[in-house]
């Protein structure tokens, strides 16, 4: 990935170009909340917002977007079918209702949000079609392990394009990534600063004091330069544009190997064999 600014981006494996730094949004509240915050961020810069149906915001999120000065083909909107609409006629209602509430003609990325076992073979195929049909111009899957993945590409007709998945310092699942990247399937990270919980990480204290940084960035930067598509989240502007500021600094390899050394394989959110939502 070659890593330049904000705006960067990374190609995908059907030649559409996803900005590999954007805001997340989960748990910034629908309305004025989370309508300020893709405000700030598209002012900031950022040019990549994920959300999804579960987080209950696309319509503060859409409204934001279509508010913004900045045009809409240059923001890339990504939102997610969640668990309870999986299966193939639910998961193209769902669709619908999403990009109902965001405002907007069409999807920048679709994601099935959970590997729902014994439906997300089909909702795949409503995303294929959706894709096929135009209305969305990348699919991927998030929490997708990697026999979720074997399993889905020995029937697909499109192969994902992103795998979103819980990655941070103390989660690192480098095979898993190795797999991802080996099929074109491009990596995501979901809670890269461990909900808030890096910025207390004392092992990361000397790292960022060396670069005049804060943990966060540090981990941002370590995203990036893994190769990994990041979406921090905040609700507040200060955050938002720190959080951005990754773009005048780099880290050795021994710094790279050295955060690579702190991951404990330790899950914040559920595993995902073994969810039940
Ligand atoms: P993050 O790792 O992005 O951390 C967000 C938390 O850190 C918030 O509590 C935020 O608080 C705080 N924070 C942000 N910036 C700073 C800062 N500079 N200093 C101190 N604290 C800070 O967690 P998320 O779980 O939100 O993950 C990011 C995104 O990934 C989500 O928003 C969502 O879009 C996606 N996601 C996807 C999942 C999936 O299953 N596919 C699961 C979970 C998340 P505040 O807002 O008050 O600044």
């Not at 200060?238 to 690579?260: C, G, H, K, P, W």
């Amino acid at each position: 990935m070659n890593i330049t600014d904000i705006k960067g981006t990374v190609t995908l494996h059907n030649g559409v170009e996803m900005p590999y730094f954007g805001l997340g949004v989960y748990q910034s509240r629908e309305g004025k909340e989370v309508t300020d915050a893709v405000q700030w961020a598209l002012e900031a810069g950022y040019r990549h917002i994920d959300t999804a149906a579960f987080y209950q915001n696309e319509e503060g999120v859409g409204k934001a977007v279509r508010q913004s000065a900045v045009d809409r083909d240059e923001v890339f909107v990504v939102t997610k079918v969640w668990n309870q609409d999986q299966g193939y006629q639910r998961t193209l209602k769902a669709f619908d209702t999403s990009l109902m509430k965001l405002g907007l003609d069409y999807l920048d990325m679709y994601l099935v949000h959970w590997p729902v076992r014994g439906l997300y073979r089909d909702t795949w195929r409503a995303l294929e079609e959706l894709y096929l049909s135009g209305r969305v111009r990348a699919i991927g899957v998030s929490n997708f392990l990697q026999h979720h993945l074997e399993d889905l590409m020995a029937v697909c007709q499109v192969r994902p394009m992103v795998n979103q998945m819980e990655f941070h310092p103390r989660l690192v699942q480098q095979s898993l990534i190795d797999y991802c990247h080996t099929h074109q399937v491009r990596y995501e990270a979901w809670s890269p600063m461990m909900q808030g919980r890096v910025f207390g990480l004392d092992a990361l204290q000397g790292l960022a004091a060396r670069y005049g940084k804060d943990a966060g960035q540090v981990v941002l930067r370590w995203n990036l330069q893994k190769g990994v598509v990041t979406i921090p989240k905040s609700a507040r502007k200060e955050r938002i544009i720190s959080n951005s500021q990754v773009f005048d600094f780099a880290l050795t390899d021994e710094e790279m190997a050295y955060i690579d050394s702190l991951d404990a394989h330790e899950r914040l959110g559920p595993d995902p064999d073994t969810f039940d939502f």
